[in-house]
């Protein structure tokens, strides 16, 4: 199995700052990483799908990057609503594993 | 609107057995595969199980590999996880998810959620 190491597990930061959490792949995904962005209580959202892809609707602070065992999940001016926590999954090989999460707090 | 709505979950002992549904409306149903992952109290996300549009494709996490199924109901557009011999580490809320494409493949991600059903095994 593929294993999802994201950092760091968890981030303070303020309204305004840009933030960077890191995903690395115990082996090559091949871009096929995505990032979720799940609020307390609430189910999770897809935020960028194959690595650096937008999904519709989501705000274009949110940017991703990478390839092969390292991708990077950027949001380039926090808002109040984007405090939650983030996770990466790949969809390369099954079980399309997920990353333990970083819980984005205001600092 | 899209939903995913998710029903089936409970209080069960040690060793007994759960079925939850999920009740899929607002789009295609039988054209993407879907997924069930699930969430332990106050940890992160599991993948648990995926098949594909038409039923033909199915994989599971080793975890629950022998005691889990999950299967779908085009005709009602209703996915189900059938749950057997449960263990206290089983206890999660359970979301069931729409892929982005019909088939399984690398390449594949979760579009939707529903909101989850909580499963509790404890004797």
């Known amino acids: 199995d593929i294993q999802m190491t994201q950092s760091p597990s968890s981030l303070s930061a303020s309204v305004g700052d840009r933030v960077t959490i890191t995903c690395r792949a115990s082996q090559s995904t091949t871009n096929c990483l995505n990032w979720y962005q799940q609020k307390s209580g609430k189910a999770p959202e897809l935020l960028i799908y194959a690595a650096s892809s937008l999904q519709s609707g989501v705000p274009s602070r949110f940017s991703g990057s990478g390839s092969g065992t390292d991708y990077t999940l950027t949001i380039s001016g926090l808002h109040p609503e984007d405090f939650a926590t983030y996770y990466c999954q790949q969809s390369y090989s099954i079980p399309y594993t997920f990353g333990q999460g970083t819980k984005l707090e205001i600092k | 609107q899209l939903q995913l709505v998710e029903s089936g979950g409970g209080v069960v002992q040690p060793g007994g057995s759960l079925r939850l549904t999920c009740a899929g409306s607002?789009?295609?149903?039988?054209?993407?595969?879907m997924y069930w992952v699930r969430q332990a109290p106050g940890r992160g996300l599991e993948w648990v199980a995926i098949i594909s549009y038409d039923g033909s494709d199915i994989y599971y996490a080793d975890s629950v590999k022998g005691r889990f199924t999950i299967s779908r109901d085009n005709s009602k557009n209703t996915l189900f996880l059938q749950m057997n011999s449960l263990k206290e580490e089983d206890t999660a809320l359970y979301f069931c998810?729409?892929?982005?494409?019909?088939?399984?493949?690398?390449?594949?991600?979760?579009?939707?959620w529903g909101r989850g059903t909580l499963v509790t095994v404890s004797s």
């Open positions: 998810a729409k892929s982005a494409w019909l088939w399984v493949g690398s390449g594949s991600y979760i579009e939707n």
């Open positions: 607002g789009y295609t149903f039988s054209s993407h595969a």
